[in-house]
């Protein structure tokens, strides 16, 4: 409840919070000044007040139902895969994106991911067609053939990452944010997915040639995306 009404207050902006105060302390005065005789005048306060909330809290509402709403033929970008590739001598870690929309995603960008001092980036994809896969590389500020792996960079993280409890348990949480815009670029997107790295199974898929009749089947990297927000692009008129 509680964090329904922040989240109101929040979207309503500053038309709704300062005119739902005056609304309040011109009703507060009115109720006063009605059981001491005298003239009600406040009431006129609230007929503008209550109409000018009314209105900034419809349209801030408006507009997050307007963001939030996809079209049938907007482009979808999800991370399907983080996989390793290459060999000992140049590993690279591989961020697999497939847009599973009706239509071509333009400027697709994941943003920074951070961990502790080191921030990897990524080139941006020029576009991704629809039902299509794309391959991206990090790229660590390092200056060698490790540079496009962070198989070394999630153990760490793994290490130093500790659980609601305080304690280890071999996992890493970390979000990957995607960015992107439809054809007509009149529209930004943004693709946010939680994802799961567990250092134990990463090490189980380097040895399951080992036990090839093993029931269970690592997986390093589990994803959970967010709903797409999507937001209208504001060009200077």
Not at 43 to 66: M, N, R
Not at 153 to 169: I, K, L
Request: glycine content about 6%; overall charge negative; proline content about 5%.
């Amino acid at each position: 409840m509680i964090k329904n009404i922040k989240e109101f207050i929040v979207d309503a902006g500053g038309w709704g919070l300062t005119s739902g105060i005056a609304a309040l302390v011109s009703f507060g005065i009115a109720i006063w000044e009605h059981f001491h005789d005298k003239p009600v005048s406040s009431f006129i306060f609230i007929c503008l007040t209550v109409p000018l909330f009314c209105i900034g809290s419809y349209k801030a509402w408006a507009k997050k139902i307007s963001t939030a709403q996809q079209g049938s033929d907007d482009p979808l970008i999800y991370l399907v895969e983080i996989k390793e590739s290459g060999d000992n001598f140049n590993r690279e870690t591989v961020f697999v994106l497939e847009n599973k929309g009706k239509s071509v995603a333009h400027a697709v960008q994941i943003q920074p991911i951070t961990f502790g001092d080191e921030k990897s980036t990524f080139a941006p994809l020029d576009y991704l067609d629809s039902n299509a896969k794309s391959e991206c590389l990090p790229t660590r500020p390092i200056d060698d053939m490790e540079k496009h792996c962070l198989a070394e960079v999630f153990a760490e993280a793994t290490n130093n990452a500790r659980n609601a409890d305080g304690e280890y348990d071999g996992n890493l949480k970390f979000q990957v944010v995607v960015a992107y815009m439809n054809h007509t670029r009149d529209y930004k997107f943004t693709s946010c997915i939680n994802v799961i790295y567990s250092h134990i199974d990463a090490q189980m898929s380097k040895l399951k040639d080992t036990w090839p009749n093993s029931h269970h089947q690592p997986q390093p990297f589990t994803f959970s995306h967010e709903p797409i927000k999507k937001a209208k692009v504001m060009r200077p008129s």
